[in-house]
T-cell receptor, first 110, second 113 residues
Framework: GQQLNQSPQSMFIQEGEDVSMNCTSS?????WLWYKQEPGEGPVLLIA?????ELTSNGRLTAQFGITRKDSFLNISASIPSDVGIYFC??????????FGSGTQLTVLP | NAGVTQTPKFQVLKTGQSMTLQCAQD?????MSWYRQDPGMGLRLIHY???????DQGEVPNGYNVSRSTTEDFPLRLLSAAPSQTSVYFC????????????FGSGTRLTVV
């Protein structure tokens, strides 16, 4: 099946710092989704991207759909303690299936 | 509005036992899926359904069965539990298919001993 490579695997940052993470695919996607998962909960959709080059924000979060359509990026500005969690990228592996990356574990230090 | 409800939240099974993980949604979503989450591997699709009476296999279907007799419910059955099925299981639903993003339940943590 299609592979989504997400990096970095984990990040430890100071409160107030900016965060960047990315996701690459072995094939072209026409949709990119970014999810956040907090401990003991299911993933929650943060941002959806539908067009190459698209840049979309949700508060302090900004995500971009790469021009090559094989990658996507998520940035978090001025991190706060509640940003802690696992961030997943996801994209369609077929007409009916969604493939997830392995996740980026974010820890925010006070 | 309950969203996606999964029961139980925790379960311990012995090898060879069978059980059913329940999933119900009250949003009238046609699309429903089951994922399993293992450390460092993200979420992997087990089975999915695009409407009542229609199911199909995902990436890791072996050892699991599903049925979709109503729009609301999508139970996942483990036929003969194995330690390799120790995982966290998530049910998800969507109105427009995956491109609109799924709503996930809070998960069932299953341990097979």
């Amino acid at each position: 099946g299609q592979q989504l490579n997400q990096s970095p695997q984990s990040m430890f940052i100071q409160e107030g710092e900016d965060v960047s993470m990315n996701c690459t695919s072995s094939s072209i996607f026409n949709t990119w989704l970014w999810y956040k998962q907090e401990p003991g909960e299911g993933p929650v959709l943060l941002i959806a991207l539908y067009k190459a080059g698209e840049l979309t924000s949700n508060g302090r979060l900004t995500a971009q759909f790469g021009i090559t359509r094989k990658d996507s990026f998520l940035n978090i500005s001025a991190s706060i303690p509640s940003d802690v969690g696992i961030y997943f990228c996801a994209g369609p592996s077929s007409a009916r299936q969604l493939t997830f990356g392995s996740g980026t574990q974010l820890t925010v230090l006070p | 509005n309950a969203g996606v409800t999964q029961t139980p939240k925790f379960q311990v099974l012995k090898t060879g036992q069978s059980m059913t993980l329940q999933c119900a949604q009250d949003m009238n979503h046609e699309y429903m899926s089951w994922y399993r989450q293992d450390p460092g591997m993200g979420l992997r699709l087990i089975h999915y359904s695009v409407g009542a009476g229609i199911t199909d296999q995902g990436e890791v279907p072996n050892g699991y069965n599903v049925s979709r007799s109503t729009t609301e419910d999508f139970p996942l059955r483990l036929l003969s539990a194995a330690p390799s099925q120790t995982s966290v299981y998530f049910c998800a639903s969507s109105y427009t298919g995956f491109t609109g993003g799924y709503t996930f339940g809070s998960g069932t943590r299953l341990t097979v001993v």
